[in-house]
């Protein structure tokens, strides 16, 4: 699992590869992730929109911006928590996913939760690290 801690947000993430809904021979790799977003601050938040950056194993990145997250906007009260699940197709066999959370405090602030960088990867093809 990977996690952020955000001015008292946190954001687990944990993602698998789908198998049934994946088509390897026609460029079509299949994944799911699953989000728990946790308020441990003090002060009532709430999650307004999201920002996600995808690149596949080429270095093709992809943005998706949008209102909430799977058509909500929840409010997180302290020591509350909001799961979802989603889910994310690359071209290739591996890639990555990060981004953050627009959210809104009690006192009508505006902050970003980052959302952790997090390995999109089908089996065989976790990708060696170079540097």
Known sequence: MN???????????????????????????????QVTITNEGNKT??????????????????????AGVVGE???LRPGQSHEYASGAVLRTPWGTMHGEYCM???DDNEFDADIPCFMLAAPGHIPNERN
Do not use: K, M, N
């Open 104 to 106: 809104v405090g009690e």
């Open 73 to 75: 906007q929840p409010v």
């Open 3 to 33: 996690t952020t801690i955000t001015a008292g947000v946190r954001v687990d993430v944990r993602s698998t590869y789908l198998l049934e809904q994946s088509w390897p021979e026609h460029g079509r790799y299949a994944f799911a992730y």
């Open 45 to 66: 938040v709430q999650l307004l929109s999201r920002h996600w950056v995808i690149t596949d194993a080429l270095g093709e990145t992809q943005e998706v911006r949008g």
